[in-house]
């Protein structure tokens, strides 16, 4: 991540927030990329105050809701065949095993997997494209696509800014309380919500789930 920030760093702010933008975007899609791992990294240049924290939110926001967009309509378009060429072409992340855990979770949770998946790494590739071989209403799969994608972008990048800011102050020795709050705040927040994300994606799956396969909706 450390790289990451500094690559970032030597990149003028607009050429960020489309990095931010379209990194997110396309891992929206359901293709693995690291995109929490840029959001992170933009954030911290926040605090730095090399970009604007308002604008890496929305470029995260504007990413992960178009993407997952375009991802529900692949998936709506190409169904379960669709997501098992994903899983065979990145079976390292996306496998038959992932594939079928996650596709268990949206038949149980519906949209609330959309909402909440956002905060768990294998659920955020696959939000939209699963939303979409599964038939999910499109509105209601935008309303809660929508919301997690704002309240992940905005709570990540302000969270992270808010820490750092509060570093900074803290080490000229102004105001550690507010680290203090700030850390405890914002980590119990983020325990929370991936508690309940986690919580979702592993209710009533089997230890060994059946993989999809790419007949199984004939």
Known sequence: MVDVQHWLSALPPGVVYLIVA?????????????????LVS??????????????????????????????????RRGGRPMLVRLS??????LGPAQLARAEQ???????????????????????????????????RFLVANAAGGLVWAF??????????????HWLKDISWVGLVIAILGGLGSTWWLRRRARGLESAEVPEEAEPVRAGADR
Do not use: N
């Not at 065979?88 to 992340?93: A, D, L, V």
């Not at 709570?155 to 992270?160: A, D, I, Q, S």
């Open 88 to 93: 065979r072409r990145f079976p390292r992340h």
């Open 155 to 168: 709570g990540t990048t302000y969270l992270l800014f808010s820490v750092g800011r509060a570093a900074e």
């Open 42 to 75: 933009a954030a911290l240049l926040a605090a730095a105050g090399v970009v604007e924290p308002e604008w890496v939110a929305t470029a995260a926001a504007a990413g992960a809701i178009v993407g997952d967009s375009i991802g529900y309509a692949v998936g």
């Open 105 to 139: 979770t949206f038949t149980k949770h519906g949209v609330w997997a959309v909402f909440f998946g956002r905060f768990v790494a294998l659920l955020r590739i696959l939000a939209g494209p699963l939303a979409g071989a599964l038939h999910v209403p499109y509105r």
């Open 22 to 38: 379209g990194v997110i975007g396309v891992e929206s899609m359901g293709v693995p990329l690291p995109g929490e791992i840029v």
